[in-house]
Nanobody, 126 residues
Framework: VQLVESGGDLVQAGGSLRLSCATSGFRFWDYAVAWFRQAPGREREGVVWIGSSDGSTYYADSVKGRFTISSDNIKNTTYLQMNNLKPEDTAVYSC????????????????????WGRGTRDPVSS
């Protein structure tokens, strides 16, 4: 099983960035894929998740209206489009996947995920 993030880069406040999470080794259709982030000195937090089979999504309040998650079920890849970035969005962004068996309110919690990528840094300058 592999999850590989890409797309992180230094960006100015107000700018945009698109992260990708390429996956392999599991039935993408049966999984939920989430993006988490961890800022320096802070705990990892759930940003957004998507159900690969039905496209269900849920966003953390801090990113609603600015971030958009999507999935390509042919490429087994999930994307995170981040617009109007703020300095407080600076973090290491990681994607994670878990078989879709939990209640929808659980998918932004790290403890249910058993597959993780290594993360990609996304510094936002003010």
């Amino acid at each position: 099983v592999q999850l590989v993030e890409s797309g992180g880069d230094l960006v100015q406040a107000g700018g945009s960035l698109r992260l990708s999470c390429a996956t392999s080794g599991f039935r993408f259709w049966d999984y939920a894929v989430a993006w988490f982030r961890q800022a320096p000195g802070r705990e990892r937090e759930g940003v957004v998740w998507i159900g690969s089979s039905d496209g269900s999504t849920y966003y953390a309040d801090s990113v609603k209206g600015r971030f958009t998650i999507s999935s390509d079920n042919i490429k087994n890849t999930t994307y995170l489009q981040m617009n109007n970035l703020k300095p407080e969005d600076t973090a290491v962004y990681s994607c994670a996947a878990v078989c879709r068996k939990w209640g929808e309110d659980r998918y932004l919690y790290t403890d249910i995920y058993d597959q993780w990528g290594r993360g990609t840094r996304d510094p936002v300058s003010s």
